[in-house]
């Protein structure tokens, strides 16, 4: 079974700050990742597929990257709304991360 | 509109069977592969099963597999999943969901508790 691990499972940040949130593979998954913002008693929102691509209708502040089996959701200027849980997920044989908890500073 | 409509959750006893039902609209369910995802209170998502969308390919999570059945009847856009020899750690809201790409659709959920 292919593991995700995520990192950091809690983040502080201010409005305005560039976050970063990692995931890594234990085995290369071949960019079929996608990124899930989760908030309190909702269902999951996806906001980024196949590592890289925006989901319709997501703002542009989000983005995603890598290969292999590094991964990164970066959020390039944290508003107040995007406190949430974050959950990566890769869709070769079905693993979710631990999740990142996103709160403000 | 898409919306999928999770049911047939509740409280159940340990050892005993339970079967929820998703009921798809507003996409052509046929064309989809679909997932159950669960998750426990307070705790993050695990991705139980998958069935494509002519149910030719089937997949479980380790924790459920031997227990639990996935199916699809495409003629009534709707989503199964057959759990049996319930434990308290199936204990969990449990999802529908596509996850194909940007056709990525969830419901609500339906909470399963197992408990005497």
């Known amino acids: 079974d292919i593991q995700m691990t995520q990192s950091p499972s809690l983040l502080s940040a201010s409005v305005g700050d560039r976050v970063t949130l990692n995931c890594k593979a234990s085995?290369?998954?071949?960019?079929?990742l996608n990124w899930y913002q989760q908030k309190l008693g909702e269902a999951p929102k996806l906001l980024i597929y196949y590592t890289n691509n925006l989901q319709t209708g997501i703002p542009s502040r989000f983005s995603g990257s890598g290969s292999g089996t590094d991964y990164t959701l970066t959020i390039s200027s944290l508003q107040p709304e995007d406190v949430a849980t974050y959950y990566c997920?890769?869709?070769?044989?079905?693993?979710f991360g631990g999740g990142t908890k996103l709160e403000l500073k | 509109e898409v919306q999928l409509v999770e049911s047939g959750g509740g409280l159940v006893q340990p050892g005993r069977s339970l079967k929820l039902s998703c009921v798809a609209s507003g996409f052509t369910f046929s064309n989809y592969g679909m997932n159950w995802i669960r998750q426990a209170p307070g705790k993050g998502l695990e991705w139980v099963a998958y069935i494509s969308s002519g149910s030719s390919y089937i997949y479980y999570a380790e924790t459920v597999k031997g227990r639990f059945t996935i199916s699809r009847d495409n003629a009534k856009n709707t989503l199964y999943l057959q759990m049996t020899s319930l434990r308290s750690e199936d204990t969990a809201l449990y999802y529908c969901?596509?996850?194909?790409?940007?056709?990525?659709?969830w419901g609500q959920g339906v909470m399963v508790t197992v408990s005497s």
């Open positions: 085995q290369n998954i071949n960019k079929n």
């Open positions: 997920y890769q869709y070769n044989s079905g693993t």
């Open positions: 969901a596509s996850l194909t790409g940007s056709s990525d659709y």
